[in-house]
């Protein structure tokens, strides 16, 4: 158990439609990050938060692509007029005690039909 | 060229081998070296994790890098069907206020009875 939580584990949508995944690290953590998987790949940079600082965002964050960490604590990431191309695993990671490591959550797996 | 390569699998090994995985890099400011394992439809687990030049033992794992080659292996003793996933390579380099991480492909790996 990483203290990581994702909900919704599994999300279907038509294409078009919205979708908003959450992150809830279970203790604080001052970096969240947020991370595309797809099939046979590994994990691609999306977006990065120190506390509720949004620092960085990836070119593969299109503007349809919009990530929030209100107070500091839990994230979410919402896609707007999902596309095909946006089906892939969405992981969350934060910062671990170990130096410069992370911590990655289960994963929201999204299928846009 | 990609920023980090790995060996693509998938290897098949029987239960008891040895097994190497082998990751190659090309950005020399990479500092931290992380093994990430991850099951099928799971988030990756944190396997090791290692700063210098060297080798790391944990167990049936040792983690090895050589940043003068820019190339980092790990070796899997005794191997197990519990150690059938995927791992993916990891590094990290300074970036702003944070750190940049990029994650190899994953390499496959199924462990036979």
């Known amino acids: 158990d990483t203290g990581v939580s994702q909900d919704p584990r599994h999300k279907i949508t038509k294409r078009g439609q919205n979708v908003t995944f959450r992150c809830d690290p279970i203790?604080?953590?001052?970096?969240l990050y947020w991370y595309r998987q797809t099939l046979g790949q590994g994990p691609e940079f999306l977006t990065y938060?120190?506390?509720?600082?949004?620092?960085?965002k990836s070119r593969l964050l299109s503007d349809r692509f919009s990530a929030e960490r209100p107070k500091g604590s839990f994230s979410t990431l919402e896609i707007q007029r999902t596309e095909q191309g946006d089906s892939a695993m969405y992981l969350c990671a934060v910062d671990s005690s170990l130096p410069e490591t992370q911590y990655f959550g289960p994963g929201t797996r999204l299928l846009v039909l | 060229q990609k920023e980090v390569e790995q060996d693509p699998g998938p290897l098949s090994v029987p239960e008891g081998a040895i097994v190497s995985l082998n990751c190659t890099y090309s950005n020399s400011a990479f500092q931290y070296f992380m093994w990430y394992r991850q099951y099928s439809r799971k988030g990756p687990e944190l396997l090791m994790y290692t700063y210098s030049s060297g080798n790391k033992e944990d167990g049936r794992f040792t983690a090895q890098v050589d940043k003068s080659s820019k190339y980092i292996s790990l070796f899997i003793r005794d191997s197990q069907p519990s150690d059938s996933a995927t791992y993916l390579c990891a590094m990290s380099a300074p970036f702003g206020d944070g750190q940049n991480f990029v994650f190899g492909p994953g390499t496959r790996l199924s462990v036979l009875p």
């Open positions: 938060f120190q506390n509720e600082a949004q620092l960085e």
């Open positions: 203790s604080e953590h001052n970096r």
